[in-house]
Structure formats: structure tokens, C-alpha cells
């Protein structure tokens, strides 16, 4: 199985992604929006992937990015699908030293 594909929206794939994503939503601290979508893995070799996207709405339209690494994305499609495996993956994706979606200092 290769994990950085296009999946279609009726896959098993797609679907944890998705729950991945509501999940993600659900426990934003800056209250960004996650959603599945497919976007580029290297633009120059024109290779595509489905993952989890970031809206942050800082920027509007240009204000997103790529929730997942490689690694975390095999993790998620990997996993048995229950909310508690889930839950524990979306944890970790958040507390990543390179996730954007940290809570805001106060000053």
C-alpha cells in the first residue's frame, strides 16, 4: 500500500483521514479547520496526494497548509480506526515542535 495516493472518497483511506480531520477540528486550539483534500506531495514531479489539510483563515485563501507528514499519514492509515487510536495520533500531530496550530501567547 502506497500511503502518499490519490484515494477516492468511498475508500477506507479517505475515510479515517476524515476522521483524523474532525478530530484535529475539534481539538484546535486556534480553532483552524482540518479537512481532507488532495494537493501536491512534490510539485515538480507533478505527484499528487489525498491528506489533511489546514485552513487557518489568518490569510484567507492562501492561509493553509499540510497537517500531515509522511509518517504521520502512515500512521493514520494503518491504525484500527477506533476514536481512541485516533485521538492519540491527532494528539501527537498537534504536538509536533513544527505544527503551526499552537496556542497563542498572550501578551
Keep these: 500500500m502506497s500511503f502518499i495516493s490519490v484515494f477516492k472518497k468511498d475508500s477506507r483511506e479517505y475515510e ?5 480531520a474532525l478530530i484535529l477540528t475539534f481539538k484546535s486550539p486556534n480553532r ?11 510539485f515538480g ?8 489539510l489546514c485552513r487557518t483563515g489568518e490569510y484567507g485563501i492562501c492561509g493553509s497548509y499540510q497537517a500531515l507528514c509522511p509518517a504521520e499519514q502512515e500512521k493514520i492509515l494503518l491504525s484500527d480506526g477506533s476514536l481512541e487510536e ?8 498537534l504536538a509536533d515542535k513544527f505544527c503551526p496550530d499552537k496556542p497563542k501567547e498572550v501578551a
Excluded: H, P, R, S
Design 16 to 20: 479515517l483521514l476524515e476522521k483524523l
Design 45 to 52: 514531479q507533478d505527484w499528487k496526494w489525498t491528506t489533511v
Design 32 to 42: 483552524y479547520k482540518y479537512e481532507v483534500g488532495e494537493t501536491y506531495f512534490d
Design 86 to 93: 485516533i485521538a492519540a495520533i491527532a494528539d501527537g500531530v
